[in-house]
């Protein structure tokens, strides 16, 4: 009797994950073969563009949380190992591979690039094209980040909260939390609340965020 139950609880959960499957593959379809070209957020009828893109989207996602903004043209695979928090996005034509973790509320500019996984290179008697990948290392992006237009984030980097990115910097180690980096690479040249780390420099409290009109009464934004 027992194995029976079992029997029926498992095949009642392969129906759930064969249909979860169906529905990203539906989704996937229907992202890249229309709604990833609908207008920006920031064009007239943008409500309609938006909630259209979140509703696609949602499935393809390992988590997917309230209020989220995928902007248009933006490019993350199957979305399978991508996790994306409340009152965040993605920016316009951005590109996304493998394993990404967002928090909550965070902006992203246009043409970002976030990367967790590299080319092996490491042997010198076959070429680099014929070595295939390194293992895939996480990307962790935390709560209340702004992350400005074409930043380039590399494998394996933890990106702290309350974190400001400078357009065009390129993040190749961890970022602390609290801190402004900007460059290539990437360096931090102050924080916003120098007291958790003493002996920084004085906050950088001008530091807002140009964004639309629009997009501000909405939740998640898009950086210009």
Known sequence: MEELVMEKSLTRGNRGVEWRDIKRAICYGLYYLGVRWLPPSYMAGYEVWRKLRYIVCRPMFDRCGENVNIESKAYFGSGRHISIDDNSGIGLNAYISGSVSIGKNVMMGQDVMIFSMDHDFSRTDIPMIDQGFQQEKQVIIGNDVWIGARVIVLPGVSIGSGVILGAGSVVTKDIPDWAIAVGNPARVVRYRRPGDHPGR?????????????????SGSRCTY
């Open 201 to 217: 420099t004085q906050p950088f409290s001008d530091a807002q965020p140009v964004v639309n009109e629009r997009q501000g009464r």
